[in-house]
Every structure is written in structure tokens, then in C-alpha cells.
């Protein structure tokens, strides 16, 4: 049996080597035809801790690692765009 691999965008890190990936799908409706975005969030190993929020990954299913952790990441695909804030602090009125 081959495992599953998904490839999704990093949401949020969630405590150490753990991350959140949600994989969207395009999916038909069956009665009225039109297609529907799906979206579903799976926990996964970061053993290295190089994901960052934003990154697109690759994820694999594996052994369970923890009550809700079954994937591991495999490999970064995109790096995401960094937030950078702006100092908004111009006093020359």
C-alpha cells in the first residue's frame, strides 16, 4: 500500500518540531456541478524545524508520532513571503 503524500501551505507552528498544513482541494458537486474549495489541516513532524508560516511543503503519512500527528514533512517546495512590519512612527507634521 503506497502512503499518502499532500502537499499544503504551513498555517501555524504549533509547538516544537510540529507544524500545521492545511491541503486544499477542488472538488465537483455532484448534484449541481460546480466546484467547491475543501480544506483540511493536518499535523505534521518537523524534525528540523525549517518550516515557516507561509511555506508551501510536501507531507508524507507515516507511523504515528504523537494522538494527532500521522505525517511528516518531506520537503520544502516554496518559501513563503515574510511579513516585514513597518514603523509608523513619523513625527514631521
Known amino acids: 500500500m503506497p502512503l499518502s503524500e499532500k502537499i499544503g501551505k504551513v498555517v501555524k507552528i504549533s509547538g516544537s518540531k510540529t507544524v500545521k498544513v492545511e491541503v486544499s482541494t477542488l472538488k ?3 448534484e449541481f456541478g460546480k466546484y467547491v474549495h ?3 489541516c493536518f499535523l505534521a513532524h518537523d524534525p528540523k524545524e525549517i518550516c515557516k508560516v507561509g511555506d508551501k511543503v510536501l507531507i508524507r503519512e507515516t507511523r504515528p508520532i504523537s494522538k494527532l500527528k500521522h505525517f511528516r514533512v518531506v520537503r520544502i517546495l516554496e518559501k513563503g513571503k515574510e511579513v516585514v512590519s513597518h514603523d509608523t512612527d513619523e513625527n514631521t507634521a
Open 38 to 40: 475543501r480544506s483540511k
Open 28 to 30: 465537483k458537486h455532484p
